[in-house]
């Protein structure tokens, strides 16, 4: 049996509670029926996807992540902005911009990708990009370009919120016809 993983930090309940007042003000703007929204309490930053992992290697797994994290600082993100992937004329996903005050963010990621490589059988695509994904382009709709540029402009720098990150989810995803619904598998502390 395989189990669909990801490692993610998870937003704070404060930032989650934002999260869903920017996107519901973006509804109201945007065409509704052609982005498909991130529901409450899934607001996360993503550092590495595996996919399917068989559920036999996932003690393995965690074994490889308790030791990636192993003496990494605790650390602060902000969250600022607005953008969309790939571009405003193309859009596939909308998402709040994430960093960290020094590259701090960039190594963990690089850590918990190393950890992640042997079990995810795809490589990662692109240059790593901080963001927490707020909603997804649903097939064959799209927004008013007009509309997004305009919303993406407004919020460009608007401060969102900052939060200190003291670990690194393990979590699973159940895909359904509403929304996908994670489980949490493992924690792993920051120091």
């Not at 993610?8 to 065409?31: C, I």
């Not at 590495?48 to 003496?71: N, P």
């Not at 950890?115 to 695509?125: L, N, T, V």
């Amino acid at each position: 049996m395989n189990l669909r993983l990801f490692c993610a930090l998870s937003a704070p309940p404060s930032l989650q509670e934002t999260f869903v007042a920017v996107a519901d003000s973006l509804r109201d703007s945007l065409s509704p029926a052609s982005i498909s929204w991130v529901k409450a309490g899934n607001f996360h930053l993503t550092l590495s996807f595996l996919g399917d992992v068989e559920t036999s290697r996932t003690d393995e797994l965690a074994l490889q992540l308790r030791a990636a994290c192993e003496g990494v600082v605790s650390f602060e993100l902000v969250c600022q902005g607005l953008g969309c992937f790939p571009n405003p004329n193309r859009p596939r996903v909308i998402w709040a911009g994430v960093q960290s005050a020094g590259d701090e963010l960039a190594q963990l990621q690089h850590r918990v990708a190393l950890a992640c490589a042997p079990f995810a059988p795809r490589e990662e695509k692109g240059r790593f990009q901080g963001h927490i994904t707020l909603g997804r382009i649903r097939a064959g709709k799209s927004p008013s370009r007009e509309a997004l540029t305009v919303e993406i402009e407004r919020n460009r720098d608007v401060l969102f919120g900052r939060w200190t990150v003291n670990q690194v989810d393990l979590l699973c995803s159940d895909l359904s016809q509403d929304a996908p619904r994670y489980t949490l598998m493992h924690q792993f502390p920051l120091s």
